[in-house]
């Protein structure tokens, strides 16, 4: 079946380093792929998606590329700041259902 | 900006009540979802619908029940509540036809529901 993981959290960084939340999926057919982003208290937020192979999504200076090949959508940014803290969720989009599934998400803590 | 509403935000409640959680959106999306969230993290789809008299069950049972007689209106009811439903419920709701292409979903902000 289709499946999302993440790696295991919780990731703690200082301020201004880079940051790699990794993210692998097993899917069939040709999901869409997306990474959400939870706030304390909140519900889920969209960060970003891509649609298709190859694809980069980006916001907020946050990118991650959908690699068909590595079955792979690993979230990055170059620089992180202390409001970037949050729990972020990978997911994909089942294509016959249109359902979400999410993996485990990672959270982080940035420290000043 | 999305707009889907929760309401309430938080309820703390006996066993033994029942209660109704309320999610409304203003989208005209035709999908709507109801997810439960452990105190790890990990997000669980309850139940879902893909119109006005379509509900089906998520991949995690659940002691809940919902009904969609509107499309903006998505309800989840506990007819007894226990304390092993203390959680998180996150409603969503996503587009259908061309803009539904890409299923992404919407969510609201959450009802944290404590049960004593």
């Known amino acids: 079946g289709n499946s999302v993981t993440q790696m295991e959290g919780p990731v703690t960084l200082s301020e201004e380093a880079f940051l790699t939340i990794n993210c692998t999926y097993t899917a069939t057919g040709y999901p869409s792929l997306f990474w959400y982003v939870q706030y304390p208290g909140e519900g889920l937020q969209l960060l970003l998606k891509?649609?298709?192979?190859?694809d980069k999504g980006s916001n907020k200076g946050f990118e991650a590329t959908y690699r068909k090949e590595t079955t792979s959508f690993h979230l990055e940014k170059g620089s992180v700041q202390v409001s970037d803290s949050a729990v972020y969720f990978c997911a994909l989009s089942e294509s016959n259902t249109g359902k979400l599934i999410f993996g485990q998400g990672t959270t982080l803590q940035v420290k000043p | 900006e999305a707009d889907i509403y929760q309401t309430p935000r938080y309820l703390v409640i006996g066993t033994g009540k029942k209660i109704t959680l309320e999610c409304s959106q203003t989208?005209?999306?035709?999908?709507m979802y109801w997810y439960q969230q452990d105190p790890g993290m990990e997000l669980h789809l309850i139940h879902y619908s893909y119109g006005v008299n379509s509900t089906e069950k998520g991949d995690l049972s659940s002691e809940s029940t919902v009904s969609r007689i509107r499309t903006e209106h998505f309800p989840l009811t506990l007819e007894s509540a226990r304390p092993s439903h203390t959680s998180q419920y996150l409603c969503?709701?996503?587009?259908?036809?061309?803009?539904?292409?890409?299923?992404?979903?919407?969510f609201g902000p959450g009802t944290r529901l404590t049960v004593l």
């Open positions: 989208m005209g999306h035709d999908k």
């Open positions: 891509a649609t298709k192979a190859d």
């Open positions: 969503a709701s996503s587009p259908s036809g061309l803009a539904g292409a890409i299923n992404e979903q919407f």
